[in-house]
Structures are given as structure tokens and as C-alpha cells.
């Protein structure tokens, strides 16, 4: 795939084919060592456009090549069709879109440019360059809270406000300046809960967010300025809370007369857990369960500690008769073992971290199930 080349005649502009499409394929005939030698560069492919005028036109494609002995077997495409038109250029003043204002409680000025007379010089074909309206860039101020500079590359756009092709700026970038400031009415405070009393015992406050983080506050310059850096919302009370809530609170005003825009209310989410804690048990019977009839299990030790790590309120409430210790002996024959015992702590409403068996492993000895031989009475002596 070989560029064609084009050269317009004065004051001409192609606009069909676009430059990116103006591409033929050459076959080329030679004695092999030629074409093991023969590169893309050495092979020319042109077409004549110098006594051409505007307009629709078929011409034919030339191809030279610089290398010889070799011709040329074959050219894809032949011919290309190419339409040209009457270069223009024309000045288009400049535009600045605002996508995005500043924050709320901030104003702005009208963006200036520092390119005379706010123009920008649009150059193409005629029928493009009649399409373009302004030179335009879009300008996103969500975030600036302090006079914002940048330098933006312009973009061609018609009435309808999407980009031209084919048509070519200068200056391509420009220059834009935006003043922003707080607005003398409207001042930004921190805010931050009102949080009084302290969970039940055995509870704890381990986190707390809330947004927004800030609000608007409206008023008179005077009261604007003699308001605190933070102000504080309607107290949250954790006197009886034993678990993690969400709550609506209102922002408290001094002043009457001052009016809140973003909102009235913050979000507070308050995370509240139980203090975590251990306690052992000691003395719980180890049960025996699905050892096969006529078979009896000695254990050692039968009994074992247990060690509980959790909640601590519920570790107050837990019984030793909630705890139960089991040994599974399902199909164990006659012999010794060791075994581990599974633990379960208060039938599932424990939410238990960490339960451990103290020993971990029990001794156990299967053995026939003999009952005691009956003890003979002694016969009298009938001389007695």
C-alpha cells in the first residue's frame, strides 16, 4: 500500500480523497535479485492534478521506479476519483464553554483569552471553512475554588456545536483566565456531630463518618464573618446504644436570619461494637457419643476447660451448662486413641471469636462392656 501523491494547483484543496485514503497497490515485474532489492521507497505513485480545476474529476494513477531492469505489471486502483475545492480562510471569534461551575458559594467571571481581538484565523476548503461558527473551549470549574489559568487546544464547531474536520486553527491553542472568588453572602463552615453520652458497658464507639462535611450557610456579610469555623449538628445520644446506626440530625443555626442552601440535615454513621474478652470454663464433662453397643469408653481427662474469647456482655450472660464438650467415636473398634473433642458454646448465639479445648486432646480407651461377675454367698457350716 503505496501514498499517492497529490499536488492541488493553487488556491485548490482536496477534499475527496482524505489524505489517509490516498493509497495504491503496485505489481511489479523483475528478475528476482531486483525485487529482493526493491523497497516501497523506490517506488513513486502520483497523480497529475496541475491543469485540474474545482470540481469532480477521474484521474489516472503514474507510477515510476527508481530501480531497473523491472516494469510495471499492474497498478490497484488505476484510476482515483478526486474532488477539489477553492481553499478558503476566514476569522471566527473565540468561545469558552463552562461544562461545570464552581462550587456552590463561589462566583466566576467571564473567561478571557489572551489572543487579540478574541479570533481565531479557520483555513480548508471553502465549504468547510462556511461551516465553522467559533473557535471554542470547554472549560470544567467543579472543582476550582481559586482563580483558575490553563492553556486549551481550540476546537472548530459549528451552529450546532459539534467539531469540523478538515479544517485547521491558528492558533491552535490559546490562553484562558477565569476569576473566581467566594461570594461576599454565601460562606462554606465545616460541620462536624454533636455526640453526647457513651454506650452501655461493654460497648464501644469505634468509628463515626458523615457527610456532608460542610455546608452553605447565607446571610449578611456581618454574620457571616462573626459565625464559628465549625458549627455543630442536633446532639446524637449513645447512652443506650448497643449496635451500629445511621442518623438524620440537623445542622444548629445561632441566628435565625442565616439560611442554610445545602440542606438542613447531615448523615451520621456511627459504628458501635461490644469490648471484645475472654473467660475460661473449667470442670465441663467431656460426652461421649455413637460408640457401638457392647463397647464401653474410658476417657482421660473426662472432663476439660474451655476458653471462650468474644463480646464481653455476652460472655457475662454464658452459663457452664450452655458449653458442650463432645467426643465422636463412630466407628471405633476395641483399641486406644487420641482424639479431639468438638466445643459448641451456647447453642449458636454466642458469636464467639475464638473457643478453645483445654487439653486440646483426650486420651481414649474402647474396651468390651463386661458387667461385674455376681459375688457367691459362703454356705453355713451346718455345725455352727
Request: proline share 9%; no cysteine; charged share 20%.
Amino acid at each position: 500500500r503505496l501514498e499517492v501523491r497529490m499536488n492541488p494547483p493553487a488556491g485548490l484543496i482536496i477534499t475527496t480523497p482524505a489524505a489517509n485514503n490516498r493509497l495504491a497497490s503496485v505489481i511489479v515485474s523483475a528478475p528476482r535479485s531486483v525485487l529482493d532489492l526493491l523497497t516501497g521507497e523506490e517506488i513513486a505513485v502520483s497523480a497529475d492534478l496541475s491543469n485540474l480545476g474545482p470540481g469532480d474529476h477521474t484521474v489516472g494513477l503514474q507510477v515510476s521506479l527508481a530501480r531497473q531492469p523491472a516494469s510495471v505489471a499492474d497498478t490497484i486502483p488505476r484510476v482515483m476519483h478526486v474532488i477539489m475545492e477553492e481553499a478558503a480562510q476566514r476569522q471566527v471569534p473565540l468561545r469558552a464553554v463552562v461544562t461545570g461551575e464552581p462550587p456552590a458559594g463561589y462566583t466566576r467571571d467571564e473567561p478571557v483569552f489572551d489572543v487579540n481581538l478574541n479570533q481565531a484565523l479557520v483555513s480548508g476548503a471553502a465549504s468547510k471553512v462556511a461551516e465553522v461558527v467559533a473557535a471554542q473551549v470547554e472549560l470544567d470549574l467543579r472543582q476550582q475554588r481559586n482563580p483558575y489559568e490553563a492553556d486549551l487546544r481550540l476546537v472548530p464547531v459549528d451552529a450546532d456545536g459539534n467539531s469540523v474536520a478538515a479544517v485547521t486553527l491558528d492558533p491552535q491553542v490559546v490562553h484562558v483566565q477565569v476569576d473566581i472568588r467566594r461570594r461576599d453572602d454565601v460562606r462554606e463552615i465545616s460541620v462536624r456531630p454533636s455526640i453526647v453520652g457513651t454506650p452501655p458497658v461493654g460497648y464501644v464507639l469505634n468509628a463515626l463518618s458523615y457527610d456532608p462535611q460542610a455546608v452553605l450557610v447565607s446571610g449578611a456579610p456581618a454574620q457571616l464573618a462573626a459565625l464559628p469555623d465549625t458549627l455543630s449538628t442536633a446532639p446524637i445520644d449513645l447512652s443506650d446504644r448497643t449496635e451500629s446506626f445511621q442518623v438524620s440530625v440537623p445542622v444548629v443555626l445561632s441566628d435565625e436570619s442565616l439560611l442554610l442552601l445545602s440542606g438542613q440535615n447531615v448523615t451520621v454513621s456511627v459504628e458501635i461494637s461490644a469490648v471484645t474478652g475472654s473467660r475460661q470454663f473449667d470442670g465441663i464433662p467431656v460426652e461421649v457419643v455413637g460408640l457401638t453397643d457392647g463397647l464401653v469408653a474410658h476417657l482421660a481427662p473426662n472432663q476439660v476447660s474451655v476458653l471462650v474469647t468474644g463480646p464481653q456482655p455476652q460472655l457475662d450472660a454464658l452459663r457452664t451448662d450452655e458449653i458442650r464438650v463432645a467426643l465422636d467415636l463412630n466407628g471405633l473398634e476395641m483399641g486406644n486413641y487420641t482424639l479431639t473433642p468438638s466445643v459448641s458454646v451456647g447453642q449458636g448465639q454466642i458469636s464467639a471469636s475464638s473457643i478453645s479445648v483445654l487439653p486440646a486432646e483426650i486420651d481414649v480407651e474402647i474396651v468390651p462392656n463386661v458387667p461385674p461377675t455376681a459375688t457367691q454367698p459362703e454356705s453355713q457350716n451346718p455345725d455352727s
